[in-house]
């Protein structure tokens, strides 16, 4: 999977500020982050969305220290919901405060951006993972069988290497593995 895996993987740790998960919402767009240990070791996978709301949920609180039902950050709601739910996640993203936020007197906007966020109740702890060396057709088969969206590639020490998503093993960029990996043996 080394040939097909995104190399340049953001990676987000168990405890970080508020401001660092924005930024990395914000620049990137990814659909999933690889959770990572202080030592560098992968531990899971927290999807893009349920980053979004958490972000969102502790801008509307104030505080990024309050508990969340998982079930409550998969909730299919109706489309008008839907967009200004979106709308709030795109104003969070650039740094406003939401109008219907109750943040308390006490804490700042700035204050709050400095805060520390906990992922740890958002991590999935099950997310797939595979060395580099793991076969195409095998990772193929997880993908279609499985229902997976990302595939995280790790190292021999957990260490995570890349990311294969569902786009990656088409059958035109296993096609451009196959060359690159063909071509990395002549060299």
């Known amino acids: 999977v080394r040939h097909v895996m995104a190399k340049h993987v953001v990676t987000l740790w168990e405890r970080m500020r508020l401001r660092d998960v924005r930024e990395a919402l914000k620049c990137t767009r990814h659909n999933g982050f690889p959770i990572i240990k202080s030592d560098g070791s992968f531990v899971g996978l927290v999807a893009r969305d ?13 505080t990024t220290h309050f508990e969340v ?4 950050l998969n909730v299919v709601v109706d489309p008008v919901v839907h967009a200004r739910e979106q709308e709030q996640q795109l104003a969070v993203l650039d740094g406003s405060v939401l109008a219907s936020s109750s ?16 992922l740890t109740p958002f991590i999935n702890f099950s997310a797939y ?13 997880l993908f279609t069988t499985m229902g997976l ?21 088409l059958p035109y960029r296993l096609q451009e593995a196959a060359m690159a990996a063909s071509s990395s043996f002549i060299d």
């Open 50 to 62: 349920v980053l979004l709301k958490v972000v969102v949920e502790s801008v509307r609180r104030g």
């Open 69 to 72: 039902r998982y079930e409550d």
């Open 103 to 118: 943040m308390s007197s006490s804490v700042s906007e700035s204050q709050l951006w400095e805060e520390e966020l906990d």
């Open 129 to 141: 993972r595979v060395s580099e060396n793991f076969s195409i057709e095998k990772s193929y088969l």
């Open 149 to 169: 969206r990302h595939l995280v590639v790790v190292d021999v020490k957990n260490h995570v290497k890349g990311i294969v998503t569902r786009k990656d093993v």
